[in-house]
């Protein structure tokens, strides 16, 4: 079953101690933009995958993160959320991993729970019949010269 947030409504993500974002609901809009940046767009084509990841993590979240808390520059000021600041905290590798697993990855969890499902009754295939035991059981009652 799809639970759907209807208040879509942002909420915090708890990353590291001392570290939460305050993120916007992953929409499909969100993931389309995000897919379509340029950074992610113009990577080479032996990207790896883990390239690949941290380029789309990046792109997602300079579009869904509204606010934190707990994020400062090397003097320890508080600073506030940027473009350059996001790029800058997903470079560390278990905030990277957070991200992923805490907001990321619920869209891809859903993706793939769709991709699990029976085909429709009363869709395409639901006229579809099996031909293949019927052309096996002919060859094998086929006149031999």
Do not use: C
Not at 4 to 10: E, G, I, Q
Not at 36 to 64: C, H, I, Y
């Amino acid at each position: 079953m799809i639970r759907l947030n209807l208040t879509a409504t942002p909420e915090w993500l708890d990353l590291a101690p001392g570290l939460r974002l305050l993120v916007g609901p992953l929409t499909t809009a969100l993931m389309v933009s995000a897919r379509a940046d340029l950074a992610v767009e113009t990577l080479p084509e032996g990207a790896t995958q883990e390239e690949m990841a941290l380029a789309m993590a990046k792109s997602v979240a300079r579009r869904a993160v509204l606010d934190w808390e707990g994020v400062g520059d090397d003097a320890g000021n508080i600073i506030p959320v940027s473009p350059e600041g996001i790029d800058a905290l997903l470079e560390i590798w278990p905030v990277f991993e957070a991200f992923q697993t805490q907001y990321v990855a619920r869209g891809l969890l859903l993706d793939a729970e769709k991709n699990v499902s029976a085909p429709s009754l009363t869709g395409p295939s639901a006229g579809a019949t099996d031909i293949a035991p019927r052309v096996r059981g002919a060859a094998r009652t086929a006149p031999q010269d």
